[in-house]
């Protein structure tokens, strides 16, 4: 359940240090578990990176389940906020696209430690009840949203008819929800120079049959 927010920008109940000692703590899990992997990031070793101790992080989040959960919630909020207003700045269907691509491992390579820690509990995260702590639906609600938009951008024609925006979507998100383990890896990857030739893949594989790729000179 989300708080409700004050006009402070807090959420209601919670006091600016509250909230500040949260952000501490939940930072001090995503640095844990990207370096130790969610099997070895214990509540000890998490509070022993923030600080603290495990009572106070379980007075603040009731238990190791719940901090987990919001790291992920975190994320994806985080996400949203980075996507959103570049998308809408995209007046066309490849300029959108190549956007949605190329922010996507944008924000990973800035929230390198975040993602990496959200792919060790979307692989190894299990509640006390054996229930995944990842919250998958995320995941499925981004393939949805980049379903729509490829059907749309079918519809004005700007994408050509042929190919299921399903599978397309699917696709795409595959090839970008790779790139987590390779930075797990290797954190130098030219997450820009990935991106780019991503983007320019999906690019010909979307563009209408006849019109010039991106960049390529017309005939005259």
Not at 37 to 48: D, F, H, K, N, T
């Given at each position: 359940?989300?708080?409700?927010?004050?006009?402070?920008?807090?959420?209601?109940?919670?006091?600016?240090?509250?909230?500040?000692?949260?952000?501490?703590?939940?930072a001090a899990a995503i640095d844990t578990i990207a370096e130790l992997?969610?099997?070895?990031?214990?509540?000890?070793?998490?509070?022993?990176r923030a600080g603290t101790s495990k009572g106070v992080i379980c007075?603040?989040?009731?238990?190791?389940?719940?901090?987990?959960?919001?790291?992920?919630?975190?994320?994806?909020?985080?996400?949203?906020?980075?996507?959103?207003?570049?998308?809408?700045?995209?007046?066309?269907?490849?300029?959108?696209?190549?956007?949605?691509?190329?922010?996507?491992?944008?924000?990973?390579?800035?929230?390198?430690?975040?993602?990496?820690?959200?792919?060790?509990?979307?692989?190894?995260?299990?509640?006390?009840?054996?229930?995944?702590?990842?919250?998958?639906?995320?995941?499925?609600?981004?393939?949805?949203?980049?379903?729509?938009?490829?059907?749309?951008?079918?519809?004005?024609?700007?994408?050509?008819?042929?190919?299921?925006?399903?599978?397309?979507?699917?696709?795409?998100?595959?090839?970008?929800?790779?790139?987590?383990?390779?930075?797990?890896?290797?954190?130098?990857?030219?997450?820009?120079?990935?991106?780019?030739?991503?983007?320019?893949?999906?690019?010909?594989?979307?563009?209408?049959?006849?019109?010039?790729?991106?960049?390529?000179?017309?005939?005259k």
């Open positions: 359940m989300r708080s409700e927010i004050g006009k402070s920008g807090q959420p209601k109940g919670r006091t600016f240090i509250e909230t500040a000692r949260r952000a501490q703590i939940v992997g969610y099997g070895q990031a214990s509540l000890a070793r998490i509070a022993e007075y603040h989040f009731g238990s190791k389940d719940d901090l987990i959960k919001e790291l992920v919630a975190e994320l994806s909020a985080r996400g949203r906020a980075y996507l959103s207003p570049r998308l809408e700045a995209e007046p066309t269907g490849a300029g959108m696209l190549r956007t949605y691509i190329e922010s996507n491992l944008a924000f990973m390579r800035e929230n390198r430690n975040h993602v990496v820690a959200a792919v060790e509990i979307a692989l190894s995260g299990r509640g006390a009840d054996g229930s995944p702590l990842y919250d998958f639906s995320i995941r499925d609600a981004g393939v949805t949203a980049l379903r729509q938009l490829l059907a749309h951008f079918q519809g004005t024609g700007e994408f050509r008819p042929g190919f299921d925006p399903q599978v397309m979507a699917m696709a795409i998100r595959a090839a970008l929800d790779a790139v987590p383990l390779l930075l797990a890896s290797d954190p130098g990857l030219d997450v820009g120079h990935y991106g780019r030739e991503l983007a320019d893949l999906f690019h010909l594989t979307t563009r209408p049959e006849g019109k010039p790729a991106e960049g390529a000179p017309l005939m």
